[in-house]
């Protein structure tokens, strides 16, 4: 078990940071990050720390699914609320899409629900060319925000304005 935890944490911290192709990997198996690489045969050891965090939500499931590093140097985060208290308000009913705006130290700038008396549940955000936002996820609701429903789950893809 503690394999597949070491390589989960190297595949995040890769996926986050980018892996160069110098076989140089993480060992965070450790109290202390110790970079090991099988180039040069040298290790340099740092402290691990957190520069911030935050939690977000309401009292019921609330769940991130995307993050973007924003042109202004903050972060957009999307994913699906069941909540209506909290950090959260304006859900439409089961579950909705979930967008929260953070500056570049975590404050939240602005959150929005976006979806319909069902379940819907935002999978991927990405900044626009025109700073806006563009969410994809699924949806099970035909009314509120939501509109074209075909039955059962579909596909449902929203364009943000940069407000």
Request: charged letters at 20%; one cysteine or more; proline letters at 0%.
């Given at each position: ?71 202004d ?28 705006k ?62």
């Amino acid at each position: 078990m503690k394999l597949y935890i070491v390589i989960a944490l190297i595949a995040c911290v890769c996926s986050f940071n980018g892996c160069s192709n110098d076989n140089t990997f993480l060992d965070v198996t450790k109290s202390t990050a110790t970079s090991v690489s099988n180039d040069t045969g040298t290790n340099d050891t740092g402290d691990f720390y957190i520069s911030w965090q935050k939690s977000l939500g309401g009292t019921q499931n609330d769940e991130a699914t995307s993050i973007e590093k924003t042109n202004d140097g903050g972060y957009v985060v999307a994913g699906h609320t069941n909540s209506n208290d909290g950090d959260v308000t304006g859900n439409h009913g089961m579950g909705d899409y979930w967008v929260v705006k953070l500056d570049a130290n975590g404050t939240k700038q602005w959150a929005k629900c976006f979806g319909g008396s069902d379940f819907d549940r935002a999978l991927s955000i990405q900044q626009t060319g025109d700073g806006g936002y563009i969410v994809a996820g699924s949806t099970w609701s035909n009314n509120g925000d939501v509109t074209g429903y075909h039955d059962q789950m579909d596909y449902w893809i929203v364009k943000l304005d940069a407000n």
